[in-house]
């Protein structure tokens, strides 16, 4: 009789194998960390980030906005801060108002040359957007000018960092994430606004806050990002109404996948925030317009209305009338030729034009239409989004698609840019194309743009300023402003861009 093969006595555990396997789980939480002691690129990737970002944030906080020429729409912001900072803290303007913007003793310029105002039943008031302003107002009655401003605009800068990197870890890893943050912010005309007293970065963050918010709620359905994105669109909308057609197709989406709960939600915090937003402009049109951009509007430089001693008029101008039936017919029927032709210079163009303004954006486009069968649907309607808000400008405002006269690059873009790193993420591109496409737009940037780069404080003023490579593109001649590109901001005269 066969006997039976004894049964081995368990081996007992090893404590030593215990700990290990106690301690992986928490390893696989967290792969972005193993990958950067794996992987010397990420590792390096990250530091370029912060060191570039940590050099560019001494400057921004040190910049002094008053030992500079007042050029652009700079006057609207700084005076409805001052005017919601002191006495009686509201938006109307008066004496008192003046005297708050003499008092930043801002050599030769005593009064707030091209501001935008509007009449109304108590006398003067603002007629820009405002939200930029309430942002700036806390910081800059604590701290004064420019330290105040300085630190909000650094702040805006750091915030566009941080949301280029939390959409782009959505769904990417590894070296892309830095180094398309890199490319984003630094390689393009995006940390240019962050000197001067300018809105464009604002509404850059706010578009931020829109996209990380719907591609997360669309990933993880927790009603508080959705709550982010439909806030911040309300307040997008009521700043600047042509953002509804890039922001509508993600927005669309949010609201196709939500639940009924949800939904009702998002449209109630949208409806909200907006109501509430518009409440100003309303009180101070007496009720004729619920935009900065409607109703009578005045162009004042120089001299001021409410100036006790002022003896010019101001301009009025009005651009309510481009929303009308008829302004878009006239354009669809008669400026499709310029339009074909601001499409090469929006692309290409030497001043605004992708290329040079915002290379990563052009070259996460080609990368992105390359492989269109692989797009997330966040993706997708991101850039239908773009498509739409690019294509509205172009054929409604072939003139002047990127912001008029005093403009560092297309900042009308860069107002919407975050929703480019929506498709670089989603759209499936390969990382080692993405990483390369990154650092692609950041040489590209350094050859055209180095002037810039070295010296961004004066880069508003020195429009005209050009790099050899950079004047072989061509020239954008049929645009409003154009005589900036020629001579520069200094000595050439103001066009008015509304």
């Not at 911040?232 to 509508?248: C, D, I, N, Q, T």
């Not at 302004?327 to 290329?355: C, K, N």
């Amino acid at each position: 009789m066969t006997r039976p093969h004894a049964i081995p006595p368990a081996v007992p555990a090893d404590p030593v194998d215990d700990v290990s396997a106690a301690t992986a789980a928490p390893r696989r939480r967290r792969p972005d960390l193993d990958a950067v002691r794996r992987d010397p690129v990420t590792a390096v990737a990250w530091a370029a980030l912060v060191i570039v970002t940590g050099w560019t944030l001494w400057g921004t906080l040190t910049h002094d906005f008053r030992s500079q020429e007042l050029v652009g729409d700079q006057s609207s912001p700084i005076l409805q801060t001052l005017s919601m900072a002191h006495s009686p803290h509201d938006l109307a303007y008066d004496v008192r108002d003046l005297q708050a913007w003499r008092a930043l003793e801002w050599e030769h310029f005593p009064n707030p040359n091209g501001l935008y105002s509007q009449r109304w039943s108590g006398g003067w008031a603002f007629a820009k957007p405002y939200a930029y302003s309430l942002t700036t107002t806390p910081p800059y009655r604590v701290l004064g000018a420019p330290v105040g401003f300085a630190v909000v605009n650094s702040a805006l800068l750091l915030a566009t960092v941080a949301l280029v990197v939390a959409i782009a870890r959505t769904w990417l890893r590894g070296p892309a994430v830095p180094l398309l943050a890199l490319a984003f912010t630094f390689a393009s005309n995006a940390h240019l606004h962050a000197y001067p007293i300018v809105v464009d970065l604002f509404l850059c963050v706010g578009t931020g806050l829109f996209a990380l918010g719907a591609v997360r709620y669309l990933e993880r359905r927790h009603l508080g990002w959705g709550l982010v994105a439909f806030a911040a669109a309300a307040v997008l909308l009521s700043e600047k109404l042509p953002m509804l057609v890039a922001l509508a197709p993600l927005g669309a989406l949010v609201l196709a996948r939500a639940s009924w709960r949800d939904r009702a939600a998002l449209v109630g915090v949208l409806v909200a925030v907006f109501a509430a937003a518009v409440v100003p402009y309303l009180h101070y049109s007496d009720g004729a317009s619920w935009t900065a951009y409607g109703g009578e509007r005045y162009y004042a430089y120089a001299q001021v209305p409410f100036d006790p001693d002022s003896t010019v008029e101001p301009l009025r101008v009005s651009t309510d009338e481009t929303i009308t039936l008829a302004y878009i017919r006239e354009q669809l029927g008669t400026g499709l030729g310029d339009s074909a032709r601001s499409a090469v210079y929006y692309l290409v163009g030497r001043h605004v034009g992708l290329l040079v303004a915002f290379p990563v954006a052009l070259l996460v486009g080609i990368l992105a239409l390359a492989q269109p069968r692989r797009w997330r649907h966040e993706a997708v309607a991101a850039g239908l989004g773009i498509l739409a808000y690019v294509g509205l400008y172009l054929l409604l405002f072939p003139d002047n698609f990127y912001g008029g006269g005093q403009a560092m690059g297309n900042r009308y873009f860069l107002q919407i840019a975050p929703l480019v790193v929506v498709v670089a993420a989603g759209a499936r591109i390969p990382e080692r194309r993405l990483v390369g496409a990154s650092i692609a737009a950041i040489a590209l940037s350094l050859v055209l743009q180095w002037p810039h780069h070295v010296n961004p404080q004066e880069a508003l003023l020195e429009l005209d300023r050009t790099t050899a490579v950079q004047r072989w593109l061509p020239f954008e001649s049929n645009q409003l402003g154009a005589d900036y590109w020629r001579c520069g901001v200094g000595v050439c005269p103001a066009d008015d861009d509304g």
